[in-house]
């Protein structure tokens, strides 16, 4: 079993950078997980933005984001970052990380953080 706590939200004007952190802890290292990153807008439905696959350790981005977030393993086997750059305004959102424990990353997805906001605004 495995716990999430993700971090590194804020306040950034547009095309600024921030960079997420999603820590794990609870026994299990997250090294075995997939982890995905999802949002939420005001008023919109959460959608998945990314997910990094344990197994082929492959990254797999919507559209929306691909070729401005990128999602990296740290040294520390339970910390996944995510690296947001060229923010802009429709990125706004609380962003959430979830652990799936297949490896896969198609789900299901058991293990989820509390999220943190990130504002894209000028």
């Known amino acids: 079993h495995v716990q999430l706590v993700e971090s590194g939200g804020g306040l950034v004007q547009p095309g600024e950078s921030l960079t997420l952190s999603c820590a794990g802890s609870?026994?299990?290292?997250?090294?075995?997980?997939?982890v995905g990153w999802f949002r939420q807008a005001p008023g919109k439905e959460r959608e998945g933005v990314s997910c990094l696959s344990s197994i082929d350790s492959i990254t797999y981005s919507a559209s929306s984001v691909k070729g401005r977030f990128t999602m990296s393993r740290g040294k520390d086997k339970n910390k996944v970052y995510r690296q947001m750059n060229n923010l802009k305004a429709e990125d706004t959102a609380v962003y959430s990380c979830a652990a799936d424990e297949s490896g896969r990353g198609s789900g299901p997805w058991n293990h989820w953080g509390q999220g943190t906001q990130v504002t894209v605004s000028s």
């Open positions: 609870g026994g299990d290292s997250l090294d075995g997980y997939a």
